[in-house]
């Protein structure tokens, strides 16, 4: 394996490990479960810190969560682009808040240009269904995001959680009025 590949590797393996044990997850454990030896680990990085260093900002870089969305297949129906919306936001923001959390937030003051592409990739998944919709695209993108963030943390959702598809209904059906079988 490539220095570069194995490194990878290294990375992907710390995250769970990091939800499963925090941050004093052992260098041993991150080696196992790597498939690497000790030694291994201290040849691609300096020490642990830096092991988990690299590791969280590998998960909180949001290009992987943009490719997701990217990929959602567009010709599905409006429903189903939803629901994978939300279900891919949620994902993200769950792991998000819990690793924030675990380890603190290390990302700078980009946040407000993250936002943005999200919108754009998410009103671009939503154009084909833009006649159906009430709201500009980039602001339903937006509650999307919100409802997503909003049921990712915990404080707010306790003994109230939301399933991905009634965020979705609550999303959808708020956008384009009432679900069609319970018009009178």
């Known amino acids: 394996m490539a220095p570069e590949q194995r490194r990878e ?40 810190d830096s092991i988990i260093t690299a590791a969280v900002e590998k998960y909180f870089d949001p290009e992987n969560f943009r490719e997701r969305l990217r990929h959602i297949d567009r010709s599905q129906p409006l429903e189903s682009k939803l629901f994978e919306i939300v279900r891919i936001l ?36 939503l154009e084909a269904d833009a006649e159906r919709i009430t709201w500009p695209l980039e602001r339903v993108a937006h509650m999307a995001r919100m409802l997503a963030f909003a049921s990712a943390i915990p404080a707010f959702n306790t003994c109230t959680e939301f399933s991905d598809d009634e965020l979705t209904r609550m999303l959808l059906y708020g956008v384009i009025g009432q679900h069609p079988e319970e018009k009178s």
Do not use: N, W
């Not at 490990?17 to 691609?44: D, K, M, N, Y």
């Not at 937030?105 to 980009?110: S, T, V």
């Open 9 to 48: 590797a290294i990375l992907d393996a710390v995250i769970p490990l990091i939800f499963a044990h925090g941050p004093s997850v052992t260098s041993r454990q991150i080696a196992e479960a790597a498939g690497v030896g000790e030694g291994t680990l201290f040849r691609a990085f300096d020490d642990k």
């Open 90 to 125: 949620r994902e993200r923001f769950d792991g998000v808040v819990r690793l924030a959390g675990l380890v603190g937030d290390p990302r700078d003051h980009k946040q407000i240009s993250h936002r943005r592409v999200y919108a754009e990739i998410i009103a671009e998944i």
